[in-house]
């Protein structure tokens, strides 16, 4: 029986966080065994912020060893770059016209962007589509994500969903948003664990890159929030504790130790305790990663050549859905 098909994508911006790791890249590592996988590198979305020639080239060849060292094996699945397979803008155009303008203008990330940024370009209003695209070209079944992408998969559905009654057949397969299961799809900031830690954060106190030295770790993790009760509690409560939840959060994800354990562990030992044990393991899980990263890293040779095999591949998929859009909507003169 021919597998399912999970597609997902990252953008290649800057340094990625343990939140990126723990909400998406552990979740596409898992899936590979079950599923057949197809994940990209978002070069075209990273270009709603200005990016420089050698910057963005670097990015990139350091978000694929990134995908690399977490685990992707690209000769069971298909990793690539989003602008090497031109299907994406030419199904993006496409269905930029089955989009509802309104409903673009609602989209809260869209919303959260336009106060934060001085570049205020028509990409960042219809990203989502370009999203659609992704996602649609590949008949995928499930994308796994954080929680912040969970609007943009919903849109996505819409989209399919227009197309198809539109034309009375199924030419794209609906997917379904895939979450992470030990409450990793939203890590939270480290000074204010009511919001996501992101990338962008101006302050880099509020988040762990997959690069932060083993002093930085130390100091972030020193200084994040827990909370006054007393004696100190460490126990599981997304509502009362989000500060001590977020970090029991990180740790059961890179320890792969239940979250139920780890409270029954620090039952009655304090704050200090946990987070001496959170800065041991962090230390030890990223530095396994980097050496891993670096393997990759150094080898462009290789790099290049995953990334020719991954859009040839990838090509072949996109093709076959693009035509069938072409054919239906009357695109297809010879
Ligand atoms: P991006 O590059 O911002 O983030 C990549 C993935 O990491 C997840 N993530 C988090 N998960 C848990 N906690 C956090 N703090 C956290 N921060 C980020 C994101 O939810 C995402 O899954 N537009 C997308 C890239 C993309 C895409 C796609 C995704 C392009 N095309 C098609 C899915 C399908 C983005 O900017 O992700």
């Known amino acids: 029986m021919k597998k399912k098909i999970v597609f997902s994508g990252i953008q290649p911006t800057g340094l990625l966080t343990i939140g990126n790791y723990i909400g998406a890249l552990s979740q596409w590592?898992?899936?590979?065994?079950?599923?057949?996988?197809?994940?990209?590198?978002?070069?075209?979305?990273?270009?709603?912020?200005?990016?420089?020639?050698?910057?963005?080239?670097?990015?990139i060849l350091d978000t694929?060893?990134?995908?690399?060292?977490?685990?992707?094996?690209?000769?069971?699945?298909?990793?690539?770059?989003?602008?090497h397979v031109s299907q994406h803008t030419q199904l993006n155009w496409i269905l930029n016209c089955f989009t509802n303008f309104g409903v673009l203008k609602r989209m809260t990330q869209f919303k959260k962007k336009i106060h934060l940024n001085k570049n205020i370009n028509a990409g960042l209003f219809s990203y989502p589509i370009l999203m659609a695209a992704d996602i649609l070209l590949y008949q995928t079944y499930k994308v796994p994500v954080g929680k912040d992408q969970i609007q943009h998969i919903e849109l996505v559905r819409d989209i399919a969903y227009r197309f198809n009654k539109t034309y009375g057949k199924k030419i794209f397969t609906i997917p379904k948003k895939k979450l992470h299961e030990n409450y990793g799809s939203c890590i939270m900031s480290l000074?204010?664990?009511?919001?996501?830690?992101?990338?962008?954060?101006?302050?880099?106190?509020?988040?762990?890159?997959?690069?932060?030295?083993?002093?930085?770790i130390r100091k972030k993790i020193q200084h994040a929030v827990t909370d006054s009760d007393n004696p100190p509690n460490i126990k599981f409560d997304l509502k009362n504790k989000p500060g001590i939840?977020?970090?029991l959060i990180i740790l059961s994800n890179i320890t792969e130790i239940s979250i139920q354990k780890l409270e029954y562990y620090f039952y009655k030992k304090n704050y200090h305790d946990l987070k001496e044990f959170i800065i041991f393991n962090l230390c030890f899980f990223l530095k396994k990663f980097r050496k891993k990263f670096f393997l990759y890293r150094k080898n462009e040779t290789l790099l290049k050549s995953i990334i020719i095999n991954g859009a040839q591949k990838a090509e072949k998929y996109a093709k076959s859905t693009l035509k069938k859009v072409h054919n239906i909507i009357g695109l297809n003169i010879k």
């Open 64 to 83: 694929l060893s990134v995908c690399l060292a977490s685990g992707i094996d690209p000769k069971k699945n298909i990793i690539f770059i989003q602008s």
């Open 29 to 59: 590592k898992k899936l590979q065994k079950k599923y057949f996988c197809i994940y990209c590198i978002a070069d075209l979305h990273a270009l709603t912020i200005y990016q420089k020639e050698n910057v963005l080239n670097k990015n």
């Open 245 to 247: 939840s977020n970090l």
């Open 191 to 216: 000074l204010s664990p009511m919001t996501k830690m992101s990338k962008s954060d101006d302050n880099k106190n509020n988040i762990i890159t997959l690069f932060d030295s083993d002093l930085t």
